[in-house]
């Protein structure tokens, strides 16, 4: 079992910045994918950013060239810059480990609120 824990949430104003940050335990993290995703009040849950073992990242249309994903494999750690926020950025901000063998696990996510 893979313990995740988010962090970094908060209250910004529209064009402010915010980073997140996703923990792993174990000593394997480098060996995982690692993807953000997030869920707007009364909307599906759906990938922000991803980046793979290779640090290859992909992002959803909606935060490219805002929102960047990296990995710190020695720390066990991901990280999600956000930056030029907008109110539609508003949502509970989730970490998702995907391991080599098809298994995932979920943190408890992180709340992210864009207003003025």
């Known amino acids: 079992q893979v313990q995740v824990v988010e962090s970094g949430g908060g209250l910004v104003q529209p064009g402010g910045s915010l980073r997140l940050s996703c923990a792993a335990s174990?000593?394997?993290?480098?060996?995982?994918?690692v993807g953000w995703y997030r869920q707007a009040p009364g909307k599906q849950r759906d990938l922000v950013a991803r980046?793979?073992?290779?640090?290859?990242?992909n992002y959803a249309d909606s935060v490219k060239g805002r929102f960047t994903v990296s990995r710190d494999n020695a720390k066990s750690t991901s990280y999600l810059q956000m930056s030029s926020l907008k109110p539609e950025d508003t949502a509970v901000y989730y970490c998702?480990?995907?391991?080599?063998?098809?298994?995932?696990?979920w943190g408890q996510g992180t709340q992210v609120t864009v207003s003025s």
């Open positions: 980046i793979n073992r290779s640090g290859i990242t």
């Open positions: 174990g000593n394997i993290f480098s060996t995982y994918a």
């Open positions: 998702n480990i995907e391991s080599v063998g098809g298994r995932s696990w």
